[in-house]
């Protein structure tokens, strides 16, 4: 059953996240530590004094709610979605998925530039925002995909395309591999792509390697601490706001081009998301339940590839593994392009689809 889905925070919530921001213990930083050492202090109590006093969530909550949202129960698990049906009735449907630390917020400024020529399914995540937590170990992609090809065959669309970045581009891709006969074809914007030494790069290609072998070898702490301990780390971020903040907040301000900045009202309509919640360690597990393993897309692939992600993807790579259709290389835009340039994204999913659709 498909049940319509209203944003409703109670005041209450929104009180308490007030009473905790006022009285937030603080911790010293060295004078000169700039971000050596974590999310500097300034910007952070910038940040966070801006959530306290002007931050409106209920002017976002009320933006929201101008969108079509439902919920509904897939193999045990409560699945929130946005759904919007394009005014062309025999639009080409598209579920797109994001990652982590996003949200379904991240599409908002798809939405119009697609919605044109699209059915649009925005789900959450299982463990991630008004998909709730999750109850039970297995929520990985590959569980994650099977229940969007259940979504997508409760909302009536038989044949249909998947976009998405971060967790969202191996969801989209298991989706894929799972549902060939009705997956059209696949766009992402990040794919990961591991060393081969059989194959042979360019100069521009080997730079890139170097960067993936050096993100290998330094594990980003967020990453091992969410894919080996997520509950402990999840008791901090549920508990304490400005430990939430800083958490997300430091991935945005690393991941993101410095010329083309997420606004502070976005950043922290997506923290308060997690916050009001209470799904941090449950997005967190996402990371621990899900395999290394890549998985081959059975499908038209289409890539783009933006120059301050966490790593650019290299297409002799990447061609070992995927049939890959199209291929787009953009000058500006990090690890949340929808977010970032929803331009440059919104025109290249377009143009791969309109190529399989011919």
Request: charged share 20%; aromatic share 10%; net charge negative.
């Amino acid at each position: 059953m498909i049940e319509p889905f209203r944003i409703q925070i109670p005041q209450s919530d929104l009180d308490d996240l007030h009473h905790r921001l006022t009285h937030a213990r603080w911790p010293n930083e060295l004078a000169d530590a700039g971000p050596d050492y974590g999310f500097p202090l300034a910007r952070l109590t910038e940040l966070a004094d801006h959530w306290r006093t002007t931050y409106s969530w209920r002017a976002h909550e009320a933006t929201l709610n101008d969108l079509a949202h439902f919920t509904t129960e897939i193999d045990g698990q409560h699945i929130h979605f946005v759904h919007l049906r394009s005014p062309k009735p025999d639009a080409m449907a598209l579920i797109l998925t994001h990652g982590w630390p996003g949200s379904f917020l991240e599409f908002l400024d798809l939405i119009e530039p697609l919605s044109a020529d699209f059915h649009l399914v925005i789900p959450s995540i299982p463990g991630y925002g008004f998909s709730g937590p999750t109850h039970e170990r297995g929520w990985d992609i590959a569980r994650v995909a099977r229940a969007w090809a259940e979504l997508m065959h409760r909302l009536g669309y038989q044949r249909y395309g998947a976009q998405g970045g971060d967790f969202g581009s191996g969801i989209s891709i298991s989706l894929a591999a799972q549902a060939p006969d009705h997956v059209l074809g696949v766009h992402v914007n990040y794919l990961p792509t591991r060393p081969d030494p059989t194959v042979e790069l360019s100069a521009a290609d080997e730079a890139r390697l170097d960067k993936i072998r050096h993100l290998m070898t330094n594990r980003p702490p967020y990453q091992a601490l969410q894919a080996t301990t997520p509950q402990t780390i999840g008791y901090a971020l549920t508990d304490s706001p400005i430990g939430q903040l800083a958490w997300i907040a430091e991935r945005f301000a690393a991941w993101t081009d410095p010329r083309t900045p997420v606004t502070d009202d976005q950043l922290l309509t997506n923290v308060s998301l997690y916050w009001f919640t209470a799904t941090a360690a449950s997005a967190a597990r996402l990371h621990r339940e899900s395999p290394r393993a890549t998985t081959s897309c059975p499908v038209p692939l289409g890539v783009a590839v933006f120059p301050h992600d966490i790593t650019q993807s290299i297409r002799p790579l990447a061609e070992r593994l995927h049939t890959i259709t199209h291929w787009s290389e953009f000058d500006r835009g990090g690890h949340f392009p929808a977010m970032e340039v929803p331009d440059l994204l919104a025109s290249d999913i377009r143009r791969f689809f309109s190529g399989l659709i011919e």
